[in-house]
């Protein structure tokens, strides 16, 4: 009888390009895991924790004291859900962790595409880390970051799709869109995708059958097949109608279409300003993209083309869209640059398995760079370190002493609060605005940034809404407008806030 004993657990070798891959998500992971400052995320944990509690998706608004009756679609109820289950398990740590490997995810997803292609580490992990550095100004705790994973992932699927000469899209995306339209608006960038996919492999298809070298010889077959092809693209469609709200919930990513209040007063709607030192790397990465299009030897594939420009335009119209452009352009800036330098064989080389001491060295950098790496995130994203973002983002003192001093329950809030109000207050006070403007409507936010910029209707917007105080910013346009103005009073400031108080005909404020 022949005991060899026990196996003993072996790590696969690790070259020098495999080392830049890994170092690269882990940087990716720590720069993605920061405390949580969004200020839309409170609101989604207050949703969330509504749900658990009340065992019921909303409908209608249940925040505010404004848009009570107000139609709200709740279209990303099961993040919200997620938010909630993180916070009660492990805080606001848990929830920053977490967001960092959604990101870290979404990168590898990347990778892996462009590994597809054929690109090897050594240089698709370079062009990996610009892509995602060129949208990091775009991450924290919210929705979008699940999109730009799922997006990552259905990229990745085009592309095996592609390279590996696969008959029609996987029959899986139809099912993670059943997932995705429950968690994200994004979820018809997933859609669009596939659809754009089918559209120009099949164009594609078309053409080079037309192609005939030979009269003589048999028509060439084609390589997609369209029937199973077109299937996926309708399931996928079908199964955004899927979620509690609809064909209204599945319409609804075209709300944000055209001049609206989301797309004129949340700044992340706005197209990129160059002139930022943030937006270098967005730059460099469509330096990038541009010069390894123009250089590299290969002709583009129809599908590639298809799919970047308008996700090109998306990022240059609005700077939310950035990161959906960096997963789904960074294998093919990757593909295109390592042929335009001519590095594939040479990279090839170098990503051969290491001898083995070699290779234990790599990995031990690597456990080290982790190991260091996860400390000091953790350490980031401390309950101390939370508390202490929170001070420099949120009226922390202020509402402090809002409640301390029994303030009235109606108040004007500063729309970037408005979801840290309802999250701190819940099921105490309603806010008067917060970061859901699509449920609030054009005439009501008009009327609410006119006021909150200093114009002239502040005053008559505080009286004919019986507001007892106004909580802002004291740079706000209403706070210098405020200053000296009889029938108010300066009763909190810090450096984040300023609290006034009504003192004229105080009867008309609900307690």
């Known amino acids: 009888m022949n005991d060899a004993g026990p196996r003993r657990l072996a790590l696969p070798p690790l070259s020098l390009g495999g080392v830049a891959v890994v170092s690269a998500l882990l940087v990716i992971f720590a720069v993605g895991a920061k405390p949580v400052t969004d200020p839309d995320f409170w609101w989604h944990l207050a949703t969330g924790k509504y749900m658990a509690i009340h065992h019921l998706i909303p409908h209608y608004d249940v925040f505010s004291l404004t848009a009570r009756s107000h139609r709200w679609i709740t279209h990303e109820w099961l993040t919200e859900l997620l938010f909630y289950g993180g916070w009660m398990l492990g805080g606001a740590t848990l929830i920053s962790l977490m967001t960092g490997v959604v990101i870290a995810l979404a990168f590898w997803a990347t990778y892996l595409a462009a590994r597809e292609r054929g690109v090897p580490s050594a240089v698709s992990a370079p062009i990996i ?236 950098c690597v456990g080290v760079l982790g190991v260091a790496l996860l400390v000091a995130t953790t350490l980031g994203v401390t309950s101390q370190g939370q508390a202490n973002a929170q001070k420099k983002n949120f009226p922390v003192g202020a509402l402090r002493y809002i409640q301390t001093h029994g303030l009235p329950a109606r108040g004007l809030d500063s729309y970037n609060w408005g979801g840290y109000l309802i999250w701190s207050w819940y099921g105490q006070r309603a806010v008067f605005v917060d970061g859901r403007p699509d449920m609030y409507g054009d005439a009501f936010m008009n009327t609410y940034i006119s006021a909150y910029e200093g114009g002239d209707s502040w005053s008559h917007l505080l009286d004919a809404n019986a507001l007892c105080y106004v909580l802002v910013e004291p740079n706000s346009g209403i706070a210098r407008a405020m200053t000296g103005v009889r029938g108010w009073q300066v009763r909190y400031r810090d450096a984040v806030s300023v609290l006034y108080l009504r003192t004229r005909n105080p009867r008309g404020c609900a307690r």
């Open 129 to 364: 880390a610009l892509s995602a550095f060129a949208c990091a100004h775009t991450w924290g705790a919210r929705p979008q970051m699940i999109s730009m994973l799922l997006t990552a992932l259905f990229g990745l699927a085009i592309t095996r799709m592609l390279v590996r000469g696969q008959s029609a899209p996987p029959l899986w995306l139809p099912l993670v869109m059943v997932f995705w339209v429950n968690l994200h608006g994004g979820f018809i960038f997933g859609v669009a995708l596939v659809a754009i996919a089918v559209a120009g492999a099949l164009i594609q298809d078309w053409f080079r059958m037309s192609r005939r070298i030979d009269e003589a010889l048999p028509p060439r077959k084609p390589r997609i097949n369209a029937r199973r092809s077109i299937a996926v693209v309708l399931l996928t469609a079908f199964a955004t109608l899927l979620n509690p709200n609809g064909l209204a919930g599945a319409l609804y990513p075209f709300s944000y279409l055209g001049n609206n209040a989301s797309t004129r007063y949340i700044s992340e709607w706005v197209s990129p300003d160059f002139h930022q030192a943030h937006f270098l790397f967005f730059e460099s990465f469509l330096f990038i993209i541009l010069v390894g299009a123009m250089a590299s030897p290969r002709r583009a594939r129809l599908v590639d083309g298809l799919m970047l420009l308008p996700f090109l335009y998306l990022s240059l119209d609005s700077v939310r869209n950035i990161n959906l452009l960096s997963v789904l352009a960074a294998p093919m800036a990757a593909e295109w640059v390592a042929g335009a330098l001519a590095m594939r064989r040479g990279a090839e080389r170098m990503a051969r398995a290491p001898e083995k001491r070699r290779s234990t060295m790599n990995w031990i």
